[in-house]
């Protein structure tokens, strides 16, 4: 993934509205670039294949970058959130070739039809169908897009999953999907600050600000869980791991100018399960699915076990692996609290 060309013998002088206070240039100022892609030879070295694969025909201004197999052909296709453009997405044509299809799956603009300043993405099935979803942050004023697979492409459920009404003004970075009071239901966790460090001078938005958690209803649709995570702050990278070992999803944010936080979840204990596996392999538990990958938010990487909160039950009666090779594995009755090395 790559933002923008930016020579800086070419530096612009960018001010506030009235030309008071000099502030960071829109990126509308910078000329788009490609992003590339390197495949791995097997032999612990790269070969930059961006131009064979297709990738670099398709110039942008790329803030972050996420993997899933949105339409369930076996390969992995690739979203890319651009700042102030419409979004990419590559899909996966197979033999190391990618072809741009953002328009026409529904990515990519929101249903105002307005480009947004696209940052953090999470490619993951949001709402427990089976199928990835696409959600990512973006600045005040614009929500923070959430686009569900209905298994033909993508539609905009910002509004009616009413996390637009839940996100107001905030601006976020990083972002995570993830069920942080094993219920089975995934929530949604953003890194919220403002890009302007001095946007509180000129504007009713603030550049500093806490965490959000916005809580699934179980029905489709989010609510904001109020302040579980005191403490304003120019917030950017994003990841989440059971640190401690206690079955709860523990979260680790990092901040501009100041040491990283770690938050430790006390939410009430339920039952929940860990899947052990290689990156790229898929864990299906019923109609829920994960997909392994280090690749979270903005600004982030983690590898740990593939999370899934049950809830009150305390046996899983199947749980599905498909490795990355195709190989796929079933493990029956599996006993609940506790980590799978399959």
Not at 101 to 118: H, I, K, N, Q, Y
Not at 125 to 148: H, K, M
Not at 308 to 329: A, E
């Amino acid at each position: 993934m790559h933002y923008v060309v930016w020579p800086p013998a070419q530096a612009k002088v960018c001010l506030a509205p009235g030309g008071e206070r000099q502030v960071y240039c829109h990126p509308k100022y910078f000329a788009p670039t490609a992003n590339r892609l390197f495949r791995h030879k097997g032999d612990g070295t790269f070969v930059d294949i961006s131009q064979s694969s297709g990738i670099a025909r398709s110039l942008g201004k790329g803030m972050s970058v996420s993997f899933g197999d949105f339409d369930a052909d076996g390969r992995t296709d690739i979203f890319v959130p651009n700042d102030a453009l419409p979004n990419f997405l590559f899909h996966n044509l197979g033999q190391g070739r990618f072809e741009e299809v953002a328009l026409t799956a529904g990515v990519a603009l929101p249903d105002s039809g307005r480009a947004v300043s696209g940052m953090g993405s999470a490619f993951t099935d949001v709402n427990n169908d089976g199928r990835p979803d696409i959600i990512f942050t973006a600045l005040a004023g614009e929500s923070f897009p959430y686009f569900q697979n209905n298994g033909r492409g993508f539609e905009d459920r910002t509004a009616r999953s009413r996390l637009a009404a839940a996100i107001g003004r905030r601006s976020g970075w990083g972002i995570t999907v993830a069920d942080f009071d094993n219920d089975g239901a995934k929530d949604i966790l953003t890194a919220n600050s403002h890009v302007m460090d001095n946007i509180d001078q000129h504007s009713g938005d603030r550049y500093r600000l806490p965490l959000s958690l916005f809580r699934s209803r179980n029905d489709g649709t989010f609510e904001d869980a109020g302040p579980l995570f005191p403490g304003d702050a120019a917030h950017r990278g994003l990841i989440v791991a059971d640190l401690d070992n206690d079955g709860r999803l523990d979260v680790v944010v990092s901040r501009l100018g100041e040491e990283p936080r770690l938050w430790r979840n006390e939410s009430p204990a339920q039952n929940w399960v860990g899947v052990d596996v290689p990156v790229g392999t898929t864990v299906r538990i019923g109609e829920r699915t994960s997909v392994q990958t280090t690749a979270v938010g903005y600004a982030s990487s983690v590898l740990a076990p593939v999370h899934f909160g049950l809830g009150s039950h305390v046996k899983i009666p199947k749980v599905q692996i498909v490795y990355p090779d195709g190989k796929t594995r079933t493990l029956q009755d599996v006993p609940a609290n506790k980590v799978l090395k399959p």
